[in-house]
């Protein structure tokens, strides 16, 4: 048999690929199927202290303008999707109602699948009310099924004290998300997570969290827009919640840098992003 040439037995490297080519080399390497379906957090990706950040309008409409299904998500259960609609269309965000995915949502359609038509003593606001109403729920003081605690602008010592009284007498203990602190123009504000906190010391029992980091936010958002994780991205700018919770379901996770974490942060967790982008302009033409 004859020698093969020297040029066959050690090739030359492999030629330059295309950014495009390399996202799909990328893609095949990790398994993945190519985006079909968008997953994005709202704070800090799309807006950053009450402004869009750069390139989000333009996100947006390629995302409507493609047809492809996305999702809003946000953990603040304060308000309802179409609150939350007329605050991003105020700063030039045009998300339809329909794309907006809160926990509240979330925690109204988990309470419906676990105990249908079932009853619940709420801390919280009209997003979180509208959405357990919508799904059937009866909110009552008497014996509930759940006691559920969300946010709120004034949280009342008053109905803290009922809530620790009613988990003392055996209603189940809900809150729609972990967060302990919460944004406002005069600094940091106490959030759920740690009212829940205290409800907790109070009655030894702790909360089920509904809210990102739980992946149950993740697969109520994907079945709310029929999606399949092996096929959909979640972009987020917090590496402990939309990160995480994007990489425990099964998503494609890209950090953006216009929010909390850095860069230099991201590397310090044992997990990482699929990829790390400067912001959601990075990602216009991959729709």
């Given at each position: 048999m004859g020698h093969l040439p020297n040029s066959l037995l050690r090739p030359g490297p492999p030629p330059l690929l295309t950014a495009s080519a390399?996202?799909?080399?990328?893609?095949?390497?990790?398994?993945?199927?190519?985006?079909?379906?968008?997953?994005t957090d709202m704070d800090g990706v799309l807006v950053h202290e009450g402004q869009p950040v750069p390139g989000a309008p333009e996100f947006i409409a390629r995302l409507r303008s493609s047809g492809r299904p996305f999702l809003v998500l946000t953990n603040n259960s304060i308000y309802t999707p179409r609150d939350l609609q007329a605050r991003l269309v105020r700063m030039g965000l045009d998300v339809p109602e329909s794309a907006i995915w809160s926990s509240a949502l979330a925690t109204a359609q988990f309470l419906a699948d676990q105990r249908p038509g079932g009853t619940a003593y709420v801390i919280g606001e009209a997003g979180l009310t509208t959405a357990l109403h919508a799904v059937g729920y009866v909110l009552s003081d008497f014996a509930p099924d759940y006691v559920v605690l969300g946010e709120t602008r004034t949280y009342s010592f008053e109905a803290i004290t009922k809530a620790i009284r009613l988990i003392n007498d055996g209603a189940r203990f809900i809150c729609t998300n972990p967060d302990v602190t919460g944004p406002s123009m005069e600094g940091a504000l106490p959030a759920a997570g740690s009212v829940a906190a205290m409800v907790s010391k109070a009655t030894g029992v702790e909360p089920y969290f509904v809210g990102k980091p739980n992946p149950m936010m993740m697969r109520s958002a994907l079945n709310t827009i029929d999606a399949h994780s092996?096929?959909?991205?979640?972009?987020?700018?917090?590496?402990d919640t939309d990160i995480l919770c994007g990489l425990e379901a099964g998503l494609e996770t890209i950090l953006v840098l216009t929010g909390i974490s850095s860069r230099t942060e991201?590397?310090?967790?044992?997990?990482?992003?699929s990829r790390i982008v400067n912001s959601v302009a990075d990602l216009i033409d991959e729709i």
């Open positions: 390399a996202r799909h080399q990328g893609s095949e390497m990790n398994d993945r199927k190519p985006v079909q379906s968008w997953l092996e096929s959909t991205a979640m972009i987020g700018d917090r590496m991201a590397e310090r967790y044992p997990y990482r992003p």
